[in-house]
Structure formats: C-alpha cells, structure tokens
C-alpha cells in the first residue's frame, strides 16, 4: 500500500523561503515522473513543478523561477525550494506521481502539508 507524506510547511511572510519534502512507502521513486502539486481555497488542484525519471524539471508560469523542484531516488523522497514566497502560494501542497503526462498511474493523494504566506 502506497502512502505518500508531504512535509515542512509552516507561515512564513511573504518573501520568505521554505522546503517542502515528500517521502513514500511501499513504493520508490526511482523510474517515475513525479511532480508537485498545491490547491489553494475555494481553487482546484494544480501542478507546481514536475520532475521526470530522468530529471527534467518543468515549472507552472506562476512560479517564475522561485521554485526549485528535486528528487533523492536512493533516499526515496522529493523536495520543493521555495524562494520569495507571495501571499497567493497559500495552498495544500501535495506530492504525487505526473500522472497527467500519462506515463505513470498516480498514487492515493496523501495529507499535504499546508503553507501560509502572510504579508
């Protein structure tokens, strides 16, 4: 049984930075797309930043080169860097699979972790 654990989020002021980690069990990483997501309130679930098997990093328009996306395949977890954070980044952040590319089945959404950016 997957179970998938994003952690590391917190309030922070608007310009700040955080990283966010995901961890997995009863699955590894290693061969999979995988990305980062976030639904803010009110607001449907949306990709922040992708990362393939092979290491090729995609990111939303929105993050606008603040955000770093990276992956541990040995350690079996995967990382958001967050820099300059806006008040609008306030969401659920969630780890999963880049199942919308259609080469990987996602796995069952864990909790997120919730980031608050407060101006």
Known sequence: Q??????GGTVVQAGES???SCTASGTRFGGKD????????????????TVSHAFTRTYASFVNDRFTIS?????????????????????????NTDFQSGNVEPFPWGQGTQVTVVS
């Open 2 to 7: 997957v179970q998938l654990t994003e952690s």
């Open 18 to 20: 955080l990283r966010l």
């Open 34 to 49: 995988m990305a980062w997501y976030r639904q803010a309130p009110g607001r449907q679930r949306e990709v922040v930043a």
């Open 71 to 95: 992956r541990d395949d040995v350690g079996n977890r995967m990382f958001l860097q967050m820099f300059s954070l806006k008040v609008e980044d306030t969401a659920v952040y969630y780890c």
